[in-house]
C-alpha cells in the first residue's frame, strides 16, 4: 500500500488491522476488494459516494471492536479513509449522534451517509455557480448556443428572397 497511497505507515497497519476482521493475520478476497475500493474511491475523490452506496460495510469497517455502533475514537482513528480529518471529525459524529450516547448506531451513521452526499451535491452547485460568475458574458452566449445552427428567416417561408 506505501507504492499506491500516500497513507503513513501507521495508517496502512490500522487499515490492514480493520480489514483482518477474523484477526487472523491475513486478509482474504472481500477484505482486498474493500481495500481496493476505499483506495481507488480516495484517488477519484467519490469517499462519499461510496460511504453512502456501501454505508452497511462501512460501518461494519468503522466498527474496530464489533459493538455494532462507532464510537468517536472508532470514527477519529479511521477518517483517514474517507478523507474525513481533524476537528471536523468531532463536530459531525456529535452532530449526527441523535440518541445522546456517545455512539454512532447503524442508522444514525446512515443519516451521516446521508448528509455527505447532500454537501457534495451542494458544494459541485456552488463551483458551478462560481465558474458562471467568473465566465464572460461572450463565454456564456458561446456556451448557450453551443451545437446551435441559425436558419436565415426566408428559408422557412419557401419563398426566395429575390425580387422578380
Known amino acids: 500500500m506505501h507504492h499506491v497511497t500516500d497513507l503513513k505507515k501507521k495508517e496502512i ?5 480493520m480489514l483482518d476482521w477474523n484477526a487472523s493475520g491475513e486478509i482474504g478476497f472481500e477484505q ?9 474511491c480516495s484517488e477519484y475523490h467519490v ?3 461510496f460511504i453512502f452506496r456501501h454505508s452497511r460495510p462501512v460501518f461494519e469497517l468503522l466498527d474496530m471492536d464489533g459493538g455494532h455502533t462507532i464510537s468517536p ?6 477518517g483517514f479513509l474517507f478523507n474525513l480529518k481533524g476537528h471536523a471529525l468531532d463536530k459531525i459524529f456529535y452532530e449526527f449522534d441523535v440518541s445522546g450516547d456517545e ?10 451517509t446521508m448528509a455527505c452526499i447532500y454537501m457534495q451535491e451542494e458544494t459541485k452547485k456552488m ?11 461572450r463565454q456564456e452566449r458561446c456556451a448557450t448556443n453551443a451545437g446551435v445552427t441559425h436558419t436565415p428567416p426566408d428559408s422557412h417561408s419557401g419563398r426566395s428572397s429575390h425580387t422578380d
Request: hydrophobic share 45%.
Open 73 to 78: 475514537a472508532e470514527f477519529q482513528a479511521s
Open 47 to 49: 469517499e462519499k459516494n
Open 32 to 40: 482486498f476488494y474493500m481495500l481496493v475500493c476505499i483506495l481507488l
Open 13 to 17: 497497519m490500522m487499515t490492514f488491522d
Open 127 to 137: 463551483q458551478k455557480l462560481q465558474v458562471r460568475r467568473t465566465s464572460t458574458p
Open 103 to 112: 455512539y454512532l448506531n447503524y442508522k444514525e451513521f446512515k443519516m451521516f
